[in-house]
């Protein structure tokens, strides 16, 4: 039996499960690995310092598998911006068909990335973005629920309600983000009326991911309260993991601080270090409620192997029985 969607006809893969992009984390070797898995990888543009890199890491990539992947290019509030249009350029010669947009209005990078072929996907945290994202032309959207890593928006609903509130307007392919790390959670998203699954900081815990060993032996000791929501003072909320840095930053925040009173802390540089020396106190990382579901480190391809088959005993095996009982009484 193999899981055929909407999702997976439109992005040509073999399996309804996508890794999006995570700054510092969405690399080569972890692409690869999904994309020879037959999910859907991202290899994260601004984690690579200038354009010449991603042109060179998505170079990488292609020495790697020779299945589809994709970029992801998440544009934010900067003082001092990269250069977007120059990454766009890079994405577009290097030949990557799938890029993944998240941050901010998608519509400036629509002509460009249409007129060459490229299809686009969508990260949004709430059924009126979506609605938005698919009247501007998307060709697809990744739903965010308020149990996702980094930014959940600030309406907090949390999957169970957001997917089938989206699915009741997205006509296009849509994936469920925030939460998901095993075939139980990709049953329920299909249930919900997505066409697959979005996840990160499962992929974030797997052999390839480039991270620190710490790190992920620390998301396997984790619990799913292990995280902390900062910045909601300044609506500009994000999920990281639980640790010395973030509660500080949680304490000042709440005792009236101001960004200017933590920005020391919640540096991007100090963040990286937690990821590359393993010092998981170094700094404030992102992670996901999923944390509380993950308990192996296993490569990607044992990973999506394992939730494809799962979740096709589930809905062949388990609720289809249900359903069989319920009929015969």
Known sequence: MTIKTKFTEAFGVEHPIAQGGMQWVGRAELVAAVANSGALGFITALTQPTPADLANEIARTRDLTDKPFGVNLTILPSINPPPYDEYRRVIVDS??????????????????????????????????????????????????????????GEDDIPGLVLIP?????????????????????????????????????????????????????????????????????????????????????????????????????????????????????????SVGTAMGLINDIPTVGDLVARIVSDAEEIITGRLAGMVAQGVSA
């Open 95 to 152: 030949g990557v068909k799938i890029v993944e947009t998240a941050g901010s209005n998608p519509a400036p990078h629509l002509p460009m990335f249409h007129d060459n072929g490229i299809k686009v996907l969508h990260k949004c945290t709430s059924v009126r973005h979506g609605v938005k994202a698919q009247s501007l032309g998307v060709d697809g959207i990744s739903i965010d629920g308020f149990e996702c890593a980094g930014h959940p």
């Open 165 to 285: 509130a989206a699915a009741a307007q997205i006509e296009i392919p849509m994936i469920a983000s925030g939460g998901f790390a095993d075939a139980r959670g990709l049953v329920a998203a299909l249930a919900l009326g997505a066409d697959g699954i979005n996840m990160g900081s499962r992929f974030m815990c797997t052999v390839e991911s480039c991270i620190h060993q710490n790190v992920k032996e620390a998301i396997v000791a984790g619990k799913e309260t292990d995280t902390e929501l900062i910045f909601r003072s300044l609506h500009n909320t994000a999920r990281v993991a639980s640790n010395v840095v973030s509660r500080e930053v949680v304490e000042i925040l709440k005792g009236g601080g101001q960004f200017e009173d933590v920005k020391d802390l919640v540096a991007g540089v100090r963040g990286r270090r937690v990821y590359d020396d393993g010092d998981v106190d170094a700094g404030i990382w």
